[in-house]
């Protein structure tokens, strides 16, 4: 995807690209392949790729979002920050939370957002699971790409959610039939399923927008070894 592809596409979002934004995503990318001949970030380097798979697909969030009007964001499984340095560039008003089981890349991140100027991030080294038991009803939005099936993926965020707020994940082709349990016991629907394909390449995504219905039972996150042996 080159730049004017990546522009008009993201603009179909309704994400206007300041030439700001856009030399953060530069200098992002430059970060990106640097640091992950260091240490392992991403599979993905060639500039046009990167565009498209990791810096248009984080975007695509904004599908079922208006970002504008959300205040907290929180990242989990951030990896080497996709989506949530992409929605802080692109949304600088966001008050930004990365969480990542893996230190070496918290610490990327860190030099990301001091790179880039980023302000109002903290970038935290934990299990989400973990890090959702003392963070409970915290952000306005939490999200997820390519962390864990959904039904592993709502115990370890929907805690984390404002009662009536949204967790949003990622997908490529997901079976929310699998998750109804989860849904349920964890207080919350399904409002959206949006289905499409990337563009260039036409992979198949699937975003799924949940809202917390109601407070996550005090139970909720059990530890990672019972989520593992007995997910809902
Ligand atoms: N979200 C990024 C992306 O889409 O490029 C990274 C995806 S990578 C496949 C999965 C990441 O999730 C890894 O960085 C891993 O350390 C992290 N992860 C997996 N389970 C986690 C958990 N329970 N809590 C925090 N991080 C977790």
């Known amino acids: 995807m080159d730049r004017q592809l990546f522009i008009d596409e993201v603009k179909k979002l309704n994400v206007d690209l300041t030439e700001k934004m856009l ?8 970060l990106l392949v640097e640091w992950n001949s260091k240490i392992n970030l991403t599979a993905i380097t060639e500039k046009h790729e990167v565009y498209l798979k990791h810096f248009y697909d984080s975007l695509t969030l904004c599908k079922v979002i208006d970002l504008n009007s959300e205040e907290s964001l929180c990242d989990i499984g951030t990896g080497a920050g996709f989506p949530g340095i992409v929605l802080k560039i692109c949304f600088p008003h966001l008050r930004l939370t990365l969480v990542d089981a893996l230190n070496k890349r918290i ?3 860190k030099l990301v957002c001091e790179e880039l100027g980023l302000d109002n991030v903290e970038c935290i080294h934990a299990r ?3 890090y959702a038991l003392k963070n409970r009803d915290l952000f306005d939005i939490v999200t997820a790409r390519a962390v864990a099936p959904l039904n592993i993926l709502l115990e370890y965020s929907i805690p984390l959610v404002k009662v009536s707020k949204y967790f949003i994940a990622l997908k490529g082709i997901e079976d929310i039939n699998e998750s109804k349990n989860a849904l349920k ?3 919350c629907n399904i409002i959206t399923e949006e289905k499409f394909l990337l563009p260039i390449e036409g992979s198949n995504r699937t ?3 949940i809202e917390k ?3 996550t ?3 909720y996150p059990r530890r990672f070894a019972e989520i593992k042996k007995k997910p809902l």
Do not use: H, S, V
């Not at 030399?23 to 430059?30: A, D, G, K, M």
């Open 207 to 209: 975003i799924i927008k």
């Open 213 to 215: 219905a109601g407070n």
């Open 23 to 30: 030399e953060q995503l530069n200098r992002y990318y430059e």
């Open 185 to 187: 016991i964890l207080n």
């Open 128 to 130: 989400a699971e973990e």
């Open 217 to 219: 039972p005090g139970k």
């Open 107 to 109: 610490n990327f991140l």
